[in-house]
């Protein structure tokens, strides 16, 4: 088979299939894209086993049909030192040989036989759910909820984004146990009420993809796998199993002490505050009264401390509540609203943080922090 590809495009193509495989394949032709071409359409696929990501492109010039295996490293690297120019490949698919022609100079790789590259995982008929779900709101639900995935071998379930079909909408979960987050979106029309558990390297891949996807994404699971059918790229990938825990349950009620403070300002002053916390701990502390916020850390084994005084709306009772601050600087740092609420009812229960006034009338973000012992 022949084709002639545009160095550029080839390697935008490559360079995002290519973030499925692994460094540690147990399977030397997973160190392969898989290339395979019919008519005019080359179809690339890159694997590590848990997922699977393919792309297509239109080929001007193409003659011949066939599928091999072409080792990643040395394309990626060989395409990368290119200049915008068309690039002639030529395959023989009996002997692996694979041949490109460039303007200047030739290059040639053996590949590998296409039927040793393991077949993509199929989703049931029987089970698979089905739904549309825009690029934004899809890349808006990875984006505000990867970052409080835990990494925890012995709860795996932890470990992903729980998305979940009800009658609300659709809702992206995320805990580690000292952090949880609720992204929901009303605005999806749901026909059947499911949930699976999307695990945190596909969820990274397609945040990648949607970044620059435009409409809807057909999102197909049942219980052990999903595919993501996007206008450029389609991603299968192994869903984690097990029962997610009833995040709902965690989250209190009843939270009469409310603070609405400049997210920014509020921001930058735990970050620097949380400079003089006791390295172990990361404690550190926030001061409510009726208009301020007093943040403050110290650490008493190098006689450090520091303390900035914010103005805010504070209603309830005057309290001292404890936070690491990696967690709450993370957190602040995914809220996009410019006041945010945090909302307490005392200091050894957890605290809530969400926009004050949502940009979207039809998004709902929560975030909750676990609080630390002042006295730590």
Do not use: W
């Given at each position: ?57 239109t ?79 899809l890349?808006?639900g ?37 952090k949880?987050?609720r ?51 389609t991603?299968?990938?192994r869903?984690?199993?097990g ?10 009620n ?6 609405i ?28 009264t ?25 209603q ?61």
């Amino acid at each position: 088979m022949k084709f002639v590809v545009s160095s550029t495009m080839l390697l935008s193509h490559l360079s995002v299939v290519g973030r499925v495989i692994s460094s540690k394949n147990t399977l030397p032709i997973l160190d392969n894209f898989l290339f395979n071409l019919e008519g005019n359409e080359l179809e690339i696929t890159a694997s590590d086993l848990e997922s699977t990501l393919k792309t297509k492109l239109t080929l001007d010039n193409a003659s011949g049909e066939g599928s091999i295996a072409i080792p990643f490293k040395i394309l990626i690297d060989t395409l990368k030192e290119f200049s915008e120019q068309p690039l002639t490949f030529d395959i023989d698919t009996g002997s692996q040989s694979i041949v490109i022609h460039t303007e200047n100079g030739q290059y040639n790789i053996v590949g590998q036989p296409a039927d040793d590259f393991p077949k993509q995982a199929e989703l049931s008929p029987e089970s698979t759910t089905g739904i549309k779900v825009s690029a934004d709101i899809l890349l808006n639900g990875i984006t505000k909820t990867i970052f409080a995935t835990a990494e925890d071998e012995m709860r795996p379930v932890m470990n992903g984004i729980f998305v979940e079909l009800t009658e609300e909408g659709i809702t992206f979960v995320a805990s580690d146990s000292h952090k949880l987050v609720r992204y929901r979106r009303k605005d999806v029309e749901i026909d059947n009420f499911a949930s699976f558990i999307l695990p945190k390297k596909p969820a990274n891949l397609l945040k990648s993809i949607l970044v620059k996807e435009a409409g809807a994404v057909n999102v197909e699971f049942d219980k052990k796998n999903a595919r993501f059918v996007m206008s450029g790229y389609t991603l299968v990938c192994r869903l984690v199993e097990g029962e997610y825990p009833n995040y709902s349950a965690v989250i209190p009620n009843d939270n009469p002490n409310k603070m609405i403070i400049d997210r920014v300002e509020f921001y930058n002053s735990v970050r620097r505050v949380s400079i003089y916390s006791n390295a172990a701990s990361n404690l550190i502390k926030l001061g409510l009264t009726s208009n301020q916020c007093e943040v403050s850390a110290q650490d008493i084994d190098f006689s450090v401390s520091a303390y900035e005084k914010l103005t805010c709306d504070y209603q309830g009772d005057e309290m001292e509540i404890g936070f690491k601050s990696a967690f709450l600087v993370e957190i602040l740092a995914n809220l996009s609203s410019t006041n945010v609420v945090l909302s307490m009812s005392d200091p050894s229960r957890a605290g809530l943080l969400f926009p004050h006034e949502n940009e979207n009338p039809d998004e709902d973000v929560l975030m909750l922090l676990m609080p630390m012992m002042v006295g730590a």
